[in-house]
């Protein structure tokens, strides 16, 4: 069309659609994987767990998720300086062994108060592991930044799509209590294969994740 600017042809080819991602893109994906699950299980279940199983009252079963949400939200505002002070292997490390002990001591204490200050922890604990592991996919040698990040988010936010069905799966089975077990041992996981990040790995932002 005449109104329209000219363009020079572009003649770079386009690259593959579907790659198969690195061995080090899998094993980000896999504990982003842990950390999705856990913010959509907690997001979805913690008051619920409060409510039913520990028959709270609707304030404090609400409590509980806010506490969670308040904890995250204050521990992501921190996070650019604590992975500068110690660095992305340690507080991912740190934090989600937090957020493991956390949540194991408030589903054994059967306790609603302890369960209100676990979820808290659990909040703080896995604030900052997202952001770290992002940053991470973004600098894995020989892959592009755009490609590093997208194929860890998608495997990502896999789990926080399918966490939530499947906690309430477990729950019909062995009761909701056990089934948030597995969250706290999916965040020991994630603190025993922090090994794996570089120290030298930043956290890459801490707006919040586009499905909170």
């Known amino acids: 069309m005449p109104r329209l600017v000219p363009s020079e042809p572009d003649d770079e080819r386009p690259g593959p659609v579907f790659v198969r991602p690195s061995g080090a893109l899998l094993g980000l994906g896999a504990l982003a994987f842990l950390g999705l699950l856990a913010e959509g299980a907690m997001g979805d ?30 521990g992501r505002f921190a996070g650019d300086r604590l992975v500068d002070g110690f660095g992305a292997r340690t507080v991912v490390r740190v934090s989600s062994a937090v957020a493991a002990t956390g949540l194991a001591a408030a589903l054994l204490m059967r306790d609603p108060a302890a369960a209100v200050v676990g979820f808290g922890l659990v909040g703080l604990g896995i604030a900052n592991v997202i952001p770290v592991l992002f940053g991470a996919a973004a600098r894995v040698p020989g892959t592009e930044a755009g490609r590093g990040l997208a194929a860890v988010a998608t495997t990502g936010y896999l789990g926080f799509l399918t966490g939530p069905p499947l906690i309430g799966v477990v729950a019909d089975a062995i009761g909701l209590g056990p089934a948030l077990g597995l969250v706290s041992v999916g965040c020991a996981l994630i603190a025993i294969r922090a090994a794996t990040l570089s120290t030298r790995d930043s956290v890459a932002s801490h707006t919040a994740d586009p499905a909170r």
């Not at 304030?59 to 204050?74: D, E, Q, R």
């Open 45 to 74: 279940w913690s008051a619920v767990y409060l409510h039913d199983t520990l028959a709270a009252p609707p304030g404090v079963s609400a409590a509980g998720f806010a506490a969670f949400s308040l904890a995250m939200a204050a």
